[in-house]
């Protein structure tokens, strides 16, 4: 069995830094397109939306779904100090199940017949709600835990 490798806290602080600028570069990127899909569902104008205004949504959102897996799999990937196991054990979880619910919108959009599948959309965008949530405060207690 392979020795566990630990690492210091603030290289641990350092490096969760990292993937939570991606994910936030990410997510501001992809904020204009969720407003432009939205108000579409609010005003019913989904339908109506310039083809390649949706399949550009449509991309965007993939596009966001790539970074927060890729965010996943390093937060996954990464060595925490001793004491913050417990801590990063269940921010890890939370993450996961955050890049899943990215998916499952992403997912939602039909670009072949320029519709949204909205149950699958709504609950995802709560589910993205709450997980973000736990997320911030999970990563706040294992920053003030850290240093």
Known sequence: MAKMKFVS???YATN???VIQSTEDAGNKVAPFFE??????KADQVADMPKADFQEISVEFDEAVAVYKD???KINA?????????????????????AAATEAMAESLNVADQSIDMDKFKQSE??????????????RRILTTAM
């Open 9 to 11: 806290p603030q290289q």
């Open 16 to 18: 969760l830094g990292q």
């Open 36 to 41: 432009k899909l939205d108000d579409a569902i």
């Open 71 to 73: 965010a996943s799999a």
């Open 78 to 98: 990464m060595a925490a100090p001793v004491r913050l196991m417990g801590l990063h054990q269940s921010m890890k979880k939370t993450f996961t199940e955050y």
């Open 126 to 139: 709560a589910d993205q709600d709450s997980l973000m949530e736990k997320f911030l405060v999970q990563v």
